[in-house]
């Protein structure tokens, strides 16, 4: 018997008893599916992370955040040596020269009005460079720009949410809105951030870091620090650069936190690897269940086909030729089932990855790669050969005379 007539008798054997053998691929089957999802799912989720991080100026920025509560107008004031100012952004300046870009920044929560309408968010001290480090275009009118700053001017510009909600369908370009105890002229209102870490930003006003220092709060210490790098590379060098800046000017260091969007994307990493580790051993679990359901078909096989193996023993048929179609039949099994795991999990992964990123309203798809199915399409071959050697030599060395009077 050739490798196509054992191929075909094999086939014909597996589709004589369609419900056992079907039962028997399920393991092996939800095994490969499961292992696609998890890693469809995963990669799309992480991709989508990193897709993010470059929207909000790349992984090449560094935030420098002031660790005590979010000031409010009638917040004390910290003491002197637990605070930043903008005096010490030129320590930042001359203590490295891979910085390419510096933004303080003062986030106040409260209050703001148009006509009757009110609502209370966050309004952030901003320069005009952190629309440049934040990669966050204006849709109409304009940003913040340098005379803005120097002249302290009343002028602010809305988030897309605060549009919204406050004006009403009413064209804010030119309007006065009150914010605190001032009145303010919009003149700008940003682009609309439209993935789901950031779509905080669009619930916030911008006014002049100046404005907020003399005419909001009459304070000029910062809520944070945004730090451009010249390339990703270099940001451990610079995070380095300015703990030793922040020693130097004799702030408590506990008082702050320095991180970058490296480490969010390496933290996403990190998880991703784990929620991995943890749901491949699941599979490994299921496709071990799968292996022992076909090696248990492939005993009971045996067992019916004893009088078959002991005619072709006596017509001159080796042992290894016995093994190899007992084997064959085993790696079918768990190929098929590989198989149709493979085109569930990429289907599954796209319909959850969909009902994700329709929950989260965000655009989350998902993504497996060849390597991944090829690992998955091996593993299923593994598990038909380990699973089906057993039954295979056990059918290679039944004797040809007891084989022939087996009833």
């Known amino acids: 018997m050739n490798f196509i007539e054992s191929l075909l008798s094999n086939f014909q054997h597996l589709l004589s008893h369609p419900l056992r053998t079907v039962l028997t691929l399920l393991g092996v ?12 799912i995963g990669e799309g989720t992480r991709q989508k992370v990193i897709e993010d991080m470059e929207k909000l100026g790349g992984t090449g920025v560094i935030k420098i955040k002031f660790l005590e ?3 409010s107008d009638d917040a004390a004031n910290p003491s ?5 100012t903008r005096e010490d952004l030129k320590a930042f300046k001359r203590a490295s020269n891979f910085i390419e870009i510096v933004a303080p920044v003062i986030s106040v929560y409260g209050e703001f009005y148009f006509e009757r309408n009110r609502s209370r968010g966050q309004y952030m001290g901003i320069t005009p460079n952190y629309s440049q480090i934040r990669d966050w275009p204006v849709e109409e009118g304009r940003f913040i720009i340098d005379s803005d700053v120097e002249r302290c001017n009343m002028v602010c510009v809305l988030g897309s949410e605060v549009r919204a909600e406050i004006f009403k369908g ?3 370009i030119g309007k006065r809105m009150r ?3 001032e009145e303010y002229i919009v003149v700008g209102v940003m682009s609309e951030r439209d993935f789901e870490a950031v779509r905080w930003m669009n619930h916030v006003i911008l006014i002049p870091l100046s404005t907020i ?7 000029d210490y910062l809520s944070s620090i945004f730090v451009k790098v010249h390339a990703t590379d270099l ?3 610079v995070k380095r650069q300015i703990k030793r800046v922040l020693d130097g000017l004799k702030l408590h ?3 702050f936190k320095i991180y970058s969007q490296e480490d969010v994307i390496r933290s996403v990493n990190k998880t991703t690897m784990l929620l991995h580790l943890s749901f491949g051993i699941s599979a490994a679990i299921v496709l071990i269940v799968g292996g022992i359901g076909i090696m248990n078909l492939m005993l009971v096989s045996v067992t019916e086909r004893t009088k078959e193996i002991g005619i072709r023993k006596a017509v001159g048929a080796k042992d290894l030729d016995i093994l190899l179609q007992f084997l064959q039949e085993a790696v079918i099994m768990s190929m098929v089932g590989g198989l149709i795991g493979i085109i569930l999990g990429l289907q599954g992964a796209e319909f959850f990855s969909s009902f994700i990123a329709r929950y989260l309203h965000d655009d989350i798809r998902s993504i497996v790669s060849i390597k991944a199915i090829g690992l998955a399409a091996i593993f299923a071959f593994l598990v038909g050969v380990f699973f089906g050697l057993y039954p295979a030599i056990r059918a290679a060395r039944l004797e040809p005379s007891k084989a022939l009077n087996y009833e």
């Open 80 to 84: 002197e040596k637990d605070i930043l």
């Open 253 to 255: 260091p506990e008082m």
């Open 170 to 172: 009413v064209h804010p």
């Open 69 to 71: 509560p979010k000031v």
């Open 235 to 237: 940001v451990p060098t």
């Open 179 to 181: 914010i605190g105890s």
């Open 213 to 219: 220092e003399k005419r909001l709060l009459t304070r």
């Open 29 to 40: 089957t939800i095994g490969v599916a499961s292992v696609l999802m998890m890693v469809g």
